[in-house]
């Protein structure tokens, strides 16, 4: 009897561990939920009920509507033609533009007077011109086009002497360049030529001078002239002053005509004793060699990011895309101060307020503000970034368009 009351009570002790070990385990499993409820209750009230993931401290998160509109608009194709100052950089914008966003850009390099004529009967989608749109053809358009001075560079003027080594610098100013493109000095040694190169007078040779100028309708010649006009006290006349004009050197049979900043760099590579303006880049992308130009201050200068800040500082720029810019290129031309270089222009973007194709309008906007916000970190070499001001212009630009 007493093993079979020892055998009882042990059996009793084993079960009454066993059932609070069961429910040692149940308090602990319900604390354990009454933890991840009241944790996941105070995430909740912390990110506002958000039920997207979180994002970790490495990670930059994109903004859900730019993601959703990037994406709707890929494969979209945007038209766009004029000015062959801007194209270089236009081709390396185009290209990272859709590296990012896949949205393609094609623009045609046929000159500031036909990329107008082509966004006036809507064959692209955006224009580019050097020269803004003149003050008849802005109030005729007015409230329905929209404008922006978003890049600026210099026109260079450049020579081919076999004569001059590539460490020597030849100097012009105005009157001596308008008197070439007008015929009346005909050979490199003339001697106003030499007055202006008293360190290299002695190399420049008894060759006649061919006068290389643009065939198009063309804001480089517009920007080239505007300068000749201002800075030569008389010698080339208002008349000579245009985006294309009739260069009175062609008449002697000393002048030759190229297409673009593309065929005037051309001509005056394969044309021994020539002289031609370009757009800064091409000049350098082919190692032409570049006159230093005598400012208003009277000094000798060659472009530079200091000589072109400096010129730029006197630009008039309007606070609005609406706005008239025809006041824009006096300002920067031939401009005040002792480093400014004095064919400086700006070249300008020009667009529709209102589009019929929805996705090319928001595709416009999407490029507009990319540039704004960084496109200008990809500056190539012969432009200069604008100041803050036209980075401004550009948004303000972009939240003008609209789809009909």
């Known amino acids: 009897m007493y093993w079979k009351d020892l055998y009882k009570l042990r059996l009793s002790l084993v079960t009454q561990v066993m059932y609070m070990r069961k429910n040692t385990v149940v308090v602990m499993l319900i604390t354990v939920a009454i933890v991840i409820i009241a944790t996941y209750s105070i995430l909740q009230i912390y990110y506002g009920g958000s039920k997207e993931p979180l994002t970790s401290a490495t990670q930059t998160p994109t903004p859900t509507t730019t993601t959703s509109i990037s994406i709707q608009l890929q494969g979209v194709v945007l038209q766009g033609a004029g000015a062959t100052f801007v194209y270089p950089q236009l081709s390396e914008w185009a290209k990272k533009f859709q590296e990012r966003y896949g949205i393609q850009i094609n623009y045609q390099s046929v000159g500031s007077g036909a990329g107008q004529s082509m966004f006036f009967q809507k064959v692209v989608d955006f224009g580019c011109s050097d020269p803004p749109l003149s003050r008849d053809t802005w109030l005729k358009y007015n409230g329905s086009v929209l404008q922006v001075p978003w890049l600026f560079g210099p026109v260079v003027v450049v020579y081919n002497i076999p004569e001059i080594p590539k460490d020597a610098v030849l100097r012009l100013d105005a009157i001596a360049i308008a008197k070439i493109y007008k015929g009346e000095i005909r050979y490199w040694n003339n001697e106003y030529i030499k007055s202006l190169n008293p360190d290299i007078a002695h190399l420049l040779p008894n060759k006649e001078i061919v006068a290389v100028y643009r065939s198009d309708s063309s804001g480089t010649t517009e920007l080239f002239t505007t300068f000749l006009y201002k800075a030569s006290n008389g010698v080339w006349t208002k008349d000579l002053v245009g985006k294309s004009v009739s260069w ?157």
Do not use: C
């Open 248 to 404: 009175p050197v062609e008449a002697t049979g000393r002048g030759v005509g190229g297409k673009g900043n593309e065929g005037v760099t051309q001509n005056v590579m394969q044309i021994p004793y020539s002289i031609g303006y370009v757009e800064w880049s091409y000049a350098i992308k082919n190692n032409l060699s570049i006159a230093a130009i005598k400012n208003a201050a009277g000094n000798f200068v060659i472009p530079t990011r200091e000589t072109l800040e400096e010129a730029l500082k006197n630009a008039r720029i309007p606070t609005s895309p609406i706005d008239d810019f025809s006041g824009i290129v006096d300002s920067v031309i031939y401009a005040t101060g002792e480093k400014s270089y004095p064919i400086l222009g700006p070249t300008h973007i020009i667009l529709w307020r209102r589009y019929d194709d929805s996705k090319k309008a928001e595709a416009l906007k999407l490029f507009l503000k990319w540039v704004a916000e960084e496109g200008y970190n990809h500056i190539v070499e012969g432009y200069v970034a604008p100041p803050q001001s036209v980075k401004e212009l550009l948004i303000k630009a972009a939240n003008e368009i609209m789809s009909q």
